[in-house]
């Protein structure tokens, strides 16, 4: 094993890392709200990316539009899901909004196979996308070098917003404290619709990132990503920005590294490792690395 | 001492007899399609009633019940194989496993053993979890006996799976274990233990400073649960005669989490109605889904109407009440409030 094989990997993890990071975002900032786990999040990304195949089959519009408009429409289609089937559910228990994602999700895969068709399709990206670089022994695709700029911009943007906006301070209250939030004035359903917004928005461009990196796209390709950016942000700590891109980046590293490093009969085993990593960081480290801690209400 | 023959007791073995006089008549007239579906019925009361011990009156909600199916499933077709396909797919197990055969019922109950094994050292850790956490860690587990079922070649055969059984399962099978499981289902939740779960599930603290064992009462709803889920899945491999790892996809899980959301968590009559209604339901509609050509319809009418629900009617058809058949029959009773008290 080579110095050059552990970074090679090293930049695969980071690759897949950075959609697992894009996509907890949204779903952490939406369970720091309203304690929602949104099983539908990944399929939001599906969309996005089949959105984004439309594009990438023109030859004639630049690839930009296939990154933006996804993004765009996903933002518009999370606040649909958000008004016409979680705001129904505000002050409801944890579990009743938990089924009504799982049922979301499955009314948004099998929209898909209506509108389109169940199979597989393919998802290729212009020629010069993919071509490699050479830096050092260590091999770069323009993909994996767009994707790292794109999530690092998005990631500026998103930490500034939330900072220094209005908006973003709503959320901040929101999330620390729903009710006291209400108290003071705060629009919360506002607060919650940005969530959805910007949450989805990114899920849109992790779309795009997915499909171009995996070249196929089907109706249930976003449920397992979903859920492992859960896991994601759990690792981070639910709830807080900064934890999601950490906890995304560390999942895919590990990921990758799981199946790289160990002999090739365990490569069949990377989902479960990633849920049993889930396990010891729930027994061990509750709150993840960023977390606040909750303690149970009587 | 008190007399046997009470009213309830008389209709209660009333609705016996006539459920295995109902049995028996469709056992003769009705083809195999509507055959396999009353057996799908028997099964998914089964997984349901089950089902309900944890996510129903403990208030763990578990998305992990097909993970149990699946060791139920997996081992007692293992169990059963016939020797002949047993040669051909089990070449690689021990010589003595591969001459052991066991009986359909006894394979039934091993299933259902392993799983509640497998349930107590898994329920030692996901149960520290509570809610959410807990709804993922137990997906986490289904996603991780999927992957033992994908990969551990020599004994599940990977994604080949395990074909040639038997077909075994039948009517009185089904409904036999479905009123085993309603049966200890309700004792469980009409005793003293039942009365704790409840009380864990509306507040743990509160039950915790009364003394009861908040997470014993809820291991022992988990492993219970797992039993019954183990069982379903054999049934449901030995009617299939064939089972690959999707078999048990978290389509499985969803389905049995549907019917116990329509029929009322925390009912077990309801989880039978909520059974009954949700193994029927997306036949009709596969087949009309079939003869207008519309793929996926099914699903998004069942998902549709799922989020309908938990926004209109989130407590399900029957809430937290019960169907007494025995008061059906008799005068307005004297005290109007005894028959639907609430369980608080």
Same mark, same amino acid.
């Given at each position: 094993?080579?110095?050059?094989?552990?970074?090679?990997?090293?930049?695969?993890?980071?690759?897949?890392?950075?959609?697992?990071?894009?996509?907890?975002?949204?779903?952490?900032?939406?369970?720091?709200?309203?304690?929602?786990?949104?099983?539908?999040?990944?399929?939001?990304?599906?969309?996005?990316?089949?959105?984004?195949?439309?594009?990438?089959?023109?030859?004639?519009?630049?690839?930009?539009?296939?990154?933006?408009?996804?993004?765009?429409?996903?933002?518009?289609?999370?606040?649909?899901?958000?008004?016409?089937?979680?705001?129904?559910?505000?002050?409801?228990?944890?579990?009743?909004?938990?089924?009504?994602?799982?049922?979301?999700?499955?009314?948004?895969?099998?929209?898909?196979?209506?509108?389109?068709?169940?199979?597989?399709?393919?998802?290729?990206?212009?020629?010069?996308?993919?071509?490699?670089?050479?830096?050092?022994?260590?091999?770069?695709?323009?993909?994996?070098?767009?994707?790292? *700029?794109?999530?690092?911009?998005?990631?500026?943007?998103?930490?500034?917003?939330?900072?220094?906006?209005?908006?973003?301070?709503?959320?901040?209250?929101?999330?620390?404290?729903?009710? *006291?939030?209400?108290?003071?004035?705060?629009?919360?359903?506002?607060?919650?619709?940005?969530?959805?917004?910007?949450?989805?928005?990114?899920?849109?461009?992790?779309?795009?990132?997915?499909?171009?990196?995996?070249?196929?796209?089907?109706?249930?390709?976003?449920?397992?990503?979903?859920?492992?950016?859960?896991?994601?942000?759990?690792?981070?700590?639910?709830?807080?920005?900064?934890?999601?891109?950490?906890?995304?980046?560390?999942?895919?590293?590990?990921?990758?590294?799981?199946?790289?490093?160990?002999?090739?009969?365990?490569?069949?085993?990377?989902?479960?490792?990633?849920?049993?990593?889930?396990?010891?960081?729930?027994?061990?480290?509750?709150?993840?690395?960023?977390?606040?801690?909750?303690?149970?209400?009587? | 001492?008190?007399?046997?023959?009470?009213?309830?007791?008389?209709?209660?073995? =009333?609705?016996?007899?006539?459920?295995?006089?109902?049995?028996?008549?469709?056992?003769?007239?009705?083809?195999?399609?509507?055959?396999?579906?009353?057996?799908?019925? =028997?099964?998914?009361? %089964?997984?349901?009633?089950?089902?309900?011990?944890?996510?129903?009156?403990?208030?763990?909600?578990?998305?992990?019940?097909?993970?149990?199916?699946?060791?139920?499933?997996?081992?007692?077709?293992?169990?059963?194989?016939?020797?002949?396909?047993?040669?051909?797919?089990?070449?690689?197990?021990? %010589?003595?496993?591969?001459?052991?055969?066991?009986?359909?019922?006894?394979?039934?109950?091993?299933?259902?053993?392993?799983?509640?094994?497998?349930?107590?050292?898994?329920?030692?850790?996901?149960?520290?979890?509570?809610?959410?956490?807990?709804?993922?860690?137990?997906?986490?587990?289904?996603?991780?006996?999927?992957?033992?079922?994908?990969?551990?070649?020599? %004994?599940?055969?990977?994604?080949?799976?395990?074909?040639?059984?038997?077909?075994?399962?039948?009517?009185?099978?089904?409904?036999?274990?479905?009123?085993?499981?309603?049966?200890?289902?309700?004792?469980?939740?009409?005793?003293?233990?039942?009365?704790?779960?409840?009380?864990?599930?509306?507040?743990?603290?509160?039950?915790?400073?009364?003394?009861?064992? %908040?997470?014993?009462?809820?291991?022992?709803?988990?492993?219970?649960?797992?039993?019954?889920?183990?069982?379903?899945?054999?049934?449901?491999?030995?009617?299939?005669?064939?089972?690959?790892?999707?078999?048990?996809?978290?389509?499985?899980?969803?389905?049995?989490?549907?019917?116990?959301?329509?029929?009322?968590?925390?009912?077990?009559?309801?989880?039978?109605?909520?059974?009954?209604?949700?193994?029927?339901?997306?036949?009709?509609?596969?087949?009309?889904?079939?003869?207008?050509?519309?793929?996926?319809?099914?699903?998004?009418?069942?998902?549709?109407?799922?989020?309908?629900?938990?926004?209109?009617?989130?407590?399900?058809?029957?809430?937290?009440?019960?169907?007494?058949?025995?008061?059906?029959?008799?005068?307005?009773?004297?005290?109007?409030?005894?028959?639907?008290?609430?369980?608080?």
């Amino acid at each position: 094993m080579t110095m050059n094989y552990i970074l090679q990997q090293l930049v695969n993890g980071l690759a897949l890392g950075s959609i697992y990071a894009l996509l907890a975002i949204g779903l952490t900032m939406v369970y720091g709200i309203l304690r929602l786990i949104n099983f539908a999040h990944g399929d939001l990304m599906m969309l996005g990316a089949y959105v984004s195949s439309i594009f990438i089959s023109a030859t004639v519009v630049p690839i930009l539009f296939a990154v933006m408009i996804p993004t765009l429409l996903m933002a518009v289609m999370g606040l649909i899901v958000e008004r016409t089937a979680y705001k129904p559910l505000r002050g409801a228990p944890e579990v009743a909004m938990l089924i009504t994602s799982l049922g979301v999700s499955r009314l948004i895969q099998n929209s898909t196979v209506l509108a389109l068709s169940p199979q597989p399709r393919a998802f290729s990206l212009p020629g010069d996308l993919t071509k490699t670089m050479n830096v050092g022994g260590i091999r770069f695709t323009q993909l994996d070098v767009l994707t790292f *700029a794109l999530v690092i911009v998005l990631m500026v943007l998103l930490t500034l917003y939330i900072n220094r906006s209005k908006t973003g301070m709503a959320m901040r209250a929101s999330s620390e404290n729903l009710q *006291a939030a209400r108290l003071i004035g705060i629009n919360v359903n506002w607060a919650i619709g940005a969530a959805f917004v910007l949450g989805s928005a990114l899920a849109g461009t992790a779309g795009f990132l997915w499909a171009s990196r995996y070249g196929i796209i089907d109706p249930f390709m976003g449920f397992l990503p979903g859920v492992k950016a859960f896991v994601a942000a759990v690792i981070g700590g639910i709830g807080s920005i900064r934890g999601a891109v950490v906890g995304g980046v560390l999942l895919g590293v590990a990921e990758i590294g799981f199946v790289g490093f160990l002999p090739p009969e365990f490569s069949g085993y990377r989902d479960a490792f990633v849920f049993t990593l889930l396990l010891i960081v729930l027994l061990v480290r509750p709150n993840g690395l960023f977390g606040a801690s909750e303690v149970e209400r009587a | 001492m008190k007399s046997i023959i009470t009213r309830k007791n008389v209709v209660l073995l =009333g609705g016996l007899v006539l459920l295995v006089i109902l049995l028996g008549v469709a056992d003769a007239t009705l083809n195999n399609y509507y055959l396999r579906i009353l057996q799908l019925i =028997g099964i998914y009361i %089964v997984l349901t009633a089950s089902l309900n011990l944890t996510n129903g009156f403990t208030g763990d909600f578990s998305l992990g019940h097909a993970a149990f199916m699946a060791i139920g499933g997996y081992t007692s077709a293992l169990l059963t194989m016939p020797l002949a396909a047993r040669a051909l797919q089990l070449a690689e197990l021990p %010589v003595w496993f591969q001459e052991f055969v066991s009986p359909f019922p006894l394979a039934t109950v091993f299933g259902g053993i392993l799983a509640a094994i497998i349930a107590l050292p898994v329920g030692l850790v996901v149960l520290r979890l509570r809610g959410h956490y807990l709804a993922v860690a137990t997906l986490g587990l289904l996603i991780i006996v999927k992957s033992i079922a994908s990969n551990w070649e020599p %004994v599940t055969r990977g994604a080949r799976g395990l074909s040639g059984l038997n077909a075994e399962t039948n009517l009185w099978w089904a409904f036999g274990w479905a009123v085993i499981t309603i049966f200890v289902v309700w004792r469980m939740v009409h005793s003293p233990f039942g009365r704790s779960m409840i009380a864990v599930r509306d507040d743990s603290v509160a039950a915790a400073s009364r003394g009861v064992h %908040v997470f014993r009462i809820r291991l022992v709803a988990f492993i219970m649960s797992a039993f019954f889920g183990g069982v379903g899945g054999a049934l449901l491999a030995h009617q299939l005669t064939a089972i690959t790892p999707p078999t048990f996809s978290f389509d499985l899980t969803f389905l049995i989490v549907i019917m116990l959301v329509i029929g009322g968590s925390g009912s077990v009559t309801g989880s039978v109605i909520g059974a009954i209604i949700m193994t029927i339901l997306p036949v009709i509609l596969r087949d009309l889904e079939r003869r207008f050509d519309l793929p996926g319809v099914s699903q998004i009418i069942i998902a549709a109407a799922l989020i309908a629900f938990m926004i209109f009617r989130r407590q399900g058809l029957m809430g937290h009440r019960e169907l007494h058949p025995s008061t059906w029959f008799m005068k307005k009773p004297a005290t109007p409030a005894s028959v639907d008290a609430p369980q608080q």
